[in-house]
């Protein structure tokens, strides 16, 4: 089997908030360095590392930094990390949108991406219009997207609409049209972003179902970036995964996204509301990979920084539509904390006994609060990953009714 791509020790350095190098006299020296004198780009040894949550301590950052690793025709690999890590970068210097900055990729045959909402379609005109001009850019002659248009249309399920122009679509129709034209042009190499996150589940699921035959019918290649483990699980032989610009591992999909779900709780940004009188100062859950039929188990350490009268806990967990499957509350266990004193702290257990979800990722939600207000609210802050146990009868109840919510005061935080 030949090698399809090829990165060879990639990087790509920016500039954080000007595009020249500063000053005339810089823009000078990179010119006489490179163009005369044919040697690097003076200032490529400086540079901080791609990290977004700290604060920069250079005026340059390497968005990615030594990239190096094979894909092999017809395979189908994810690329996976948290926002930031270099992802979307990547897929744009492999479809030429950028250069790099130092390192060569080769890539066989003719590329085809789909990287933003929109990308290639132009908002005045119809979504017919924006086939055949996107189809042009892409590579396409008009007579191949005259035999193919009706078989992109009913892909999109957009014909309703193909003859209004794009700048009245949703951002849903958009991605249905432009992954259509994408799929449809017989690529050698398909690159596809996150975008399709934007299309409902009924498009995830016929656009995964396009780029599986795509890699095993046809024997094309597909990398894919997603935050969705199940798609990744489900369509990707293997996987890469960054962190701040660099490859941190790689191999099988199945091995690397149980990697990446293990760190998940560190690597994971969640959104945080609430008043602070009472705040969740930490938390760990019992598994990462879970499979149908056994606990979840998730603790958590409450500090209370205000005298309350009453203290809920409640714990849901949502499914990849973000979907309520699970609901656990202290009512459920019939226990309450009442009257608690500032400075006090609480270890409090949150038990799910004997999962049964579909396989598949799911987040969870953490709220602390009382009958009027909220003290404290986690939003997707914990993932979890059920697997499939072939040995496990699934039930028509996703959880035993005796999960609970209850004090563990022998519990300690690792």
């Known amino acids: 089997m030949s090698t399809a791509i090829e990165f060879n020790n990639v990087s790509k350095l920016y500039r954080l908030g000007l595009v020249s190098s500063g000053t005339l006299s810089n823009d000078l020296k990179r010119w006489w360095q490179m163009s005369i004198l044919g040697k690097e780009d003076p200032f490529l040894k400086v540079g901080s ?13 390497w968005a990615l930094k030594d990239i190096d690793f094979k894909v092999e025709q017809g395979d189908v690999v994810g690329i996976i990390g948290k926002n930031g890590a270099g992802k979307s970068t990547l897929l744009k210097l492999l479809s030429k949108v950028t250069g790099p900055t130092t390192g060569t990729i080769k890539a066989k045959g003719r590329i085809a991406s789909l990287l933003e909402v929109g990308t290639g379609f132009h908002s005045e005109l119809t979504g017919r219009e924006n086939i055949y001009m996107n189809g042009t850019i892409l590579g396409m002659t008009k007579k191949e997207i005259d035999r193919k248009i009706d078989e992109i249309v009913d ?68 990398l894919f970036v997603s935050h969705n483990m199940a798609s990744i699980r ?40 609430g008043n602070g009188y009472i705040r969740v100062e930490g938390f760990e859950t019992s598994a990462d990979g879970i499979e149908l039929g056994q606990d979840l188990e998730v603790k958590m350490l409450l500090h209370v920084y205000r005298n309350c009268d009453r203290v809920d806990i409640s714990f849901d967990v949502k499914d990849e539509g973000y979907s309520q499957v699970v609901h656990v509350s202290n009512y459920d266990s019939q ?24 396989p598949g990722t799911y987040t969870s939600n953490i709220w602390i609060g009382s009958s009027y207000e909220m003290y404290d609210w986690l939003r997707e802050c914990v993932r979890f990953y059920v697997k499939q146990n072939e040995t496990f009868i699934q039930r028509e109840t996703p959880y035993d009714s005796s999960s609970k919510v209850v004090l563990a005061s022998n519990w300690e935080l690792v």
């Open 49 to 61: 590392v791609n990290d977004r949550s700290k604060a920069a301590d250079s005026e340059y950052v």
């Open 155 to 222: 892909f999109s399920g957009c014909e309703r609409y193909i003859d209004t122009p794009v700048k009245r679509y949703s951002s849903g129709m958009t991605v249905r049209l432009g992954f259509a034209v994408a799929a449809h042009l017989d690529p050698e190499i398909l690159v596809v972003d996150e975008v399709l996150a934007v299309g409902d589940a009924e498009f995830q699921k016929k656009a995964i179902g396009k780029m599986k035959d795509v890699s095993q019918g046809e024997g094309r290649t597909v």
């Open 234 to 273: 489900r369509l990707c032989k293997n996987a890469v995964l960054l962190n701040n610009g660099s490859i941190e591992k790689r191999g099988d999909v199945d091995e690397i996204v149980d990697y990446y779900l293990k760190g998940q709780q560190t690597l994971y940004d969640f959104e945080r509301k």
């Open 335 to 358: 226990f309450h904390l009442l009257n608690v004193k500032a400075g006090e702290s609480y270890f409090v257990r949150c038990l799910i006994k004997n999962i049964n979800l579909s």
